[in-house]
């Protein structure tokens, strides 16, 4: 039927968004990890919705296709010289996590979230509404 | 976004012409007369139809409850689809009732 269709399009939405949120939380969550003894530090990562997205929407309930993608950026250096793993100069290597870009994209993620829910609302109603044609006044 | 979004609802309007096509403005009975299958075979085929959707959710309330949910949304939309397909199959019944009282209280 129709409105399944339309729920995998708003699915796929929802599923992109969460995917999102998971991904800033992954950030946060490393955004105090220090660079370990072999020198890598965690690299903030980021979700990338392709193309396809619409080609795996008529396939009926799937998830779009994303991928993750690790940025590269300098690790944050902080002056802390009684740190275990500062460097000769007294320099710690932290994640380059951007605390405030990340809480933006939380936020961004949560609206379109709800603006998925509100699409899928929408055709839910208009076909609860279509059921009751001819129905008792 | 905005483009895949496009994409998505042209997909969805280059189906619907095929659907349309598909809609023949002969009664019902006449071509399924032919084809050999009958009305009541259209309600079974239609009530199978909303049972396998009730066993798809309820399957999917088991893996939520045991803790396998990986994706809440997608269970919520399948309950939704359950339950639209369920008041369908509703509707359908409070017509045919309709009509058979509506027969059975013919004057002769």
Do not use: C, W
């Not at chain 1, 800033?24 to 530090?41: I, K, M």
């Not at chain 1, 950026?73 to 405030?100: C, I, L, T, W």
């Amino acid at each position: 039927m129709e409105y399944e269709r339309t729920f995998a399009i708003s699915a796929s939405g929802m599923t992109l968004e969460r995917t999102r949120v998971e991904m800033a939380a992954l950030n946060l969550a490393n955004a105090n990890t220090v660079a370990g003894p072999d020198g890598n530090v965690y690299q903030p990562r980021r979700v990338v919705a392709t193309r396809a997205f619409a080609d795996a929407v008529t396939q009926g309930l799937s998830a779009p296709s994303m991928s993750l993608e690790v940025t590269q950026q300098a690790p944050r250096m902080v002056y802390e010289p009684g740190h275990p793993m500062a460097n000769a100069k007294g320099f710690v290597a932290y994640a380059s996590v951007d605390a405030a870009t990340e809480m933006v994209s939380l936020m961004s993620a949560m609206r379109s979230y709800e603006a998925n829910l509100a699409a899928m609302t929408t055709s839910r109603n208009l076909a609860l509404k279509a059921l009751e044609i001819g129905g008792n006044q | 976004m905005s483009e895949q979004a496009l994409a998505a609802v042209s997909a969805i309007t280059a189906a619907s012409p095929e659907a349309a096509a598909n809609i023949s403005l002969e009664p019902v009975g006449a071509k399924s007369a032919a084809s050999g299958a009958g009305f009541g075979d259209m309600v079974t085929q239609g009530i199978n139809h909303v049972n396998q959707q009730l066993m798809v959710s309820q399957t999917d309330l088991q893996q939520l409850s045991v803790g396998n949910a990986q994706n809440l949304h997608q269970i919520m939309i399948r309950l939704e689809e359950s339950r639209l397909s369920f008041q369908l199959m509703m509707q359908v019944r409070s017509r045919l009732l309709e009509a058979y009282q509506d027969v059975m209280k013919m004057q002769l």
